[in-house]
């Protein structure tokens, strides 16, 4: 059964920093491409950021694109995102996802592809 845990969400004031962590556990990690994404309650889950399996392929949300990185450890089942600039527009329950196919085009944006989901963590982006 594969499994996967986030942590390091918290409350933070805008312009600050936090840095997420995904352990994958039960399956093979270093064949799924893994990805972020986040949810207001209310509202779609909504694509932030994607990592092929080794990590030359990066994919982004527009409006993150500049503030965010999306990273990889394979010897460690870990997949994280740094977010620096932090704004109150981030501030959601923060998904991290697992892929076991390759996608083209922007399929990779739908949470309808992703096999394998943690349980979220929140990020609380104050003014």
Same mark, same amino acid.
């Given at each position: 059964? !594969? @499994?996967l845990g +986030?942590?390091?969400g918290g409350l933070v004031q805008a312009g600050e920093s936090l840095r #997420?962590?995904? /352990?994958?556990s039960g399956g093979t990690f270093s064949t799924y491409e893994m990805a972020w994404f986040r949810q207001v309650p209310g509202k779609e889950r909504e694509f932030v950021a994607r990592i092929g399996t080794t990590s030359i392929r /990066? %994919? %982004?949300? +527009?409006? !993150?694109k500049d503030r965010f990185a999306i990273s990889r450890?394979?010897?460690k089942n870990t997949v994280a995102l740094q977010m620096n600039s932090l704004k109150p527009g981030d501030t959601a329950i923060y998904y991290c996802a697992a892929d076991r196919t390759? @996608? /083209?085009g922007t399929l990779y944006r739908s949470r #309808? !592809? %992703?096999? %394998?989901w943690g349980q979220? /963590?929140?990020v609380t982006v104050s003014t």
């Open positions: 059964q !594969v @499994r +986030e942590s390091g #997420l962590s995904c /352990t994958v /990066t %994919y %982004y949300l +527009e409006a !993150v450890d394979n010897a390759t @996608r /083209t #309808l !592809v %992703y096999s %394998y979220g /963590t929140q």
